[in-house]
């Protein structure tokens, strides 16, 4: 896995760069997996860490891929996030630091009632 910021550009693309390592987002109704509805799971476009399964995978409406849980508790990392004067809580990958998105809790009442707000470009698809 890349240690250096160096290392990280040159494994990344610029887009996924901006999101993961410097914790910018995507346009909405951007993303190539915002409407994949085939079975498998979301490893992080990064490292490769499980993170979610199309078993939780939601249309939310929002433009960005949207889960009600995360496959495994420790395979993400939530902060504390106030940078837009608004309080989110961020949604980090725990392997390799990553910035993933935002959990918010207006997600599925009949599920977890979260809303794991996914940026698509830091998502890798892998199909079952
Ligand atoms: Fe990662």
Request: charged fraction near 35%.
């Amino acid at each position: 896995m890349p240690k250096t910021e160096t290392e990280w550009k040159k494994k990344l693309t610029k887009e996924q760069y901006k999101v993961l390592r410097e914790k910018s987002t995507e346009l909405p109704f951007t993303g190539k997996l915002l409407r994949n509805k085939e079975k498998g799971m979301y490893r992080c476009a990064a490292c490769g860490n499980v993170l979610f399964s199309s078993e939780t995978k939601f249309d939310s409406g929002t433009g960005w891929p949207s889960f009600y849980e995360v496959e495994k508790s420790d395979s993400v990392e939530l902060h504390e996030d106030t940078t837009i004067g608004m309080r989110r809580v961020e949604v980090v990958c725990k392997k390799c630091g990553g910035h993933l998105g935002h959990v918010f809790p207006d997600g599925p009442r009949e599920k977890t009632g979260k809303r794991y707000c996914i940026n698509s470009c830091a998502l890798e698809f892998e199909k079952k």
